[in-house]
């Protein structure tokens, strides 16, 4: 049975080693305090610098989005300008070219048309002279042309218009066409070509290339 005196010795031994105990966990507790302190600083520190790499992200979107609206409005803008220009001028384009084609389409109206009264006028003309190469023919024969009587005369109102066309002939040294007497003195060409092949045949008119000129 152990003595007094070492059963006091265990105690002290004991309350010794709870005491150091005591002091080692409040050194672990201090040391586990400063950990968690300086651990929940550090993770402030990282929210606090990932709050603002984020806040710098979201201004830097915001301006990227900014300019590329800006931009990308600025093109439509241009883009669409060009479009409208471009259409103007091809609405231009065709308006020109149909009022061309118009112009055209009527000059080579006019043009057939005129054509086709030289060809008509020469036709009158080949007429004529056949019926002049016809009459010296029966002359040489010693026939009367048909449709005549010698000694004919032609009536006043022809004589009258035979004369006034001599007379613009006459002011018109560079001639004057088949049509242009037509439409001086309004008379139909079967009429016109009659003046005209009386004048011819009295050598005060002479016909060069569809002109008639006062000789």
Not at 112 to 123: E, G, I, R, S
Request: hydrophobic share 45%; glycine share 8%.
């Amino acid at each position: 049975m152990p003595t007094r005196e070492e059963m006091h010795s265990l105690t002290q031994g004991i309350i010794s080693s709870y005491e150091a105990r005591v002091v080692g966990i409040a050194s672990i507790r201090e040391a586990a305090q400063l950990v968690c302190q300086a651990t929940q600083l550090e993770l402030s520190e990282l929210n606090a610098a990932h709050q603002a790499m984020a806040n710098e992200q979201r201004a830097t979107l915001a301006k990227g989005r900014a300019y590329l609206a800006s931009n990308v409005g600025n093109q439509l803008k241009e883009l669409d300008g060009a479009h409208q220009a471009m259409a103007h001028q091809q609405r231009a384009d065709l308006s020109k070219g149909r009022v061309d084609l118009a112009v055209g389409e009527v000059g080579r109206k006019s043009g057939v048309n005129d054509w086709m009264k030289d060809v008509a006028t020469a036709h009158a003309a080949a007429h004529d002279e056949w019926q002049k190469l016809a009459a010296a023919m029966q002359a040489k024969r010693g026939v009367p042309a048909a449709g005549k009587k010698a000694g004919a005369k032609v009536g006043p109102e022809f004589g009258d218009l035979r004369d006034k066309v001599f007379a613009y002939l006459a002011d018109h040294p560079d001639g004057a066409r088949m049509t242009e007497l037509e439409k001086e003195f309004g008379v139909a060409r079967i009429q016109m070509a009659k003046v005209v092949r009386h004048l011819t045949d009295e050598n005060k008119v002479a016909k060069r290339d569809l002109v008639y000129f006062a000789i």
